[in-house]
């Protein structure tokens, strides 16, 4: 599996603090996407909101990582006027691979289709409900199949049962991506020391780290220490010992005393002590769980 973790942790930051909820539809995109309603009758527009802070119409969904089936209201479908669906609105949303090939020429990503196998898209004809402004498509996946994968969906709206009502000029397609996060994922408080040739990156630091699931026992983050370097670290858990070894494509690390780099469950912390390009920099600390990503 092909792990672009740069373009990853670039997404997540761009996007911080998605979560998934059971109360997606009350707290959908974080609170911030609300539908725009227009204050004439006409035209009655419909739309798929993914985002109110870029015209890309991009969505990152993080979800939990289960093995289980797990049936999520993925996107939203909203009819925006002020007052709500006189009638159930049947809007029929459609894949297209092709909007997502356009997104990652535009930003440098590499989203790919998620295979058709790994999921159901339960209700592709999505119901507006009458007196309400949204509907979502529901999609069936099992998360534990996602994971480790830059997977997403290209969606455009391609028709409208009733009749008066439109199909939004620039809403009316995006790309909605889902990351799986496994019991690593999320936040970190990193508190140790780092060594540098250079005195200035020498020192103590205090310092925010986010792990991004990267496999089922891995997170990836980059180093930030007494400055924000460029190097992506992979911590990966032995669920059996809770040792973590650590990797990273960027520079050569040293090798590490197993025992030195371990997970600590029950204060939920990562300890580790490695250094890389010939002990010149060493990186020792704690890092503890302060809350989801």
């Not at 995109?29 to 991009?58: C, I, K, M, W, Y």
């Not at 006189?86 to 459609?94: C, E, F, L, N, S």
């Not at 580790?272 to 890092?287: D, K, L, M, P, W």
Request: aromatic share 10%; glycine share 8%; with cysteine.
């Amino acid at each position: 599996m092909r792990i672009q973790i740069n373009k990853a942790l670039t997404a997540v930051f761009l996007l911080l603090a998605v979560g998934f909820s059971s109360c997606l539809k009350e707290k959908y995109d974080g609170g911030r996407v609300q539908p725009t309603h227009s204050t004439g009758s006409v035209p009655q527009v419909v739309e798929l909101t993914l985002t109110a802070t870029s015209n890309e119409n991009f969505y990152l969904l993080a979800v939990d990582n289960s093995d289980a089936d797990t049936t999520i209201d993925f996107v939203p479908v909203t009819l925006a006027t002020a007052a709500a669906a006189p009638v159930d609105i049947h809007v029929t949303v459609t894949l297209d691979d092709l909007l997502i090939d356009g997104y990652n020429a535009a930003n440098g990503t590499f989203y790919e289709a998620a295979p058709a196998s790994l999921y159901t898209i339960l209700n592709p004809e999505v119901v507006i409900p009458a007196g309400s402004n949204t509907g979502f498509l529901k999609v069936k996946f099992k998360p534990s199949d996602f994971i480790g994968h830059d997977y997403a969906f290209g969606l455009k709206i391609s028709s409208i049962k009733e009749s008066g009502f439109t199909i939004s000029g620039n809403l009316n397609a995006g790309v909605a991506a889902i990351t799986i996060k496994n019991q690593y994922d999320g936040l970190y408080n990193a508190v140790g020391n780092f060594v540098h040739p250079n005195p200035d990156f020498t020192g103590s630091y205090d310092s925010e780290w986010t792990m991004i699931t990267a496999g089922p026992t891995s997170v990836a983050f980059q180093l930030n220490t007494t400055v924000l370097f460029g190097v992506i670290l992979t911590f990966t858990v032995d669920p059996v010992t809770n040792l973590v070894s650590v990797s990273t494509g960027n520079v050569v690390l040293d090798p590490i005393v197993p025992a030195e780099n371990y997970y600590d469950p029950a204060t939920r912390s990562f300890h580790y002590n490695f250094s890389y390009s010939g002990g010149t920099r060493r990186n020792t600390g704690v890092a503890t769980y302060t809350g989801p990503r």
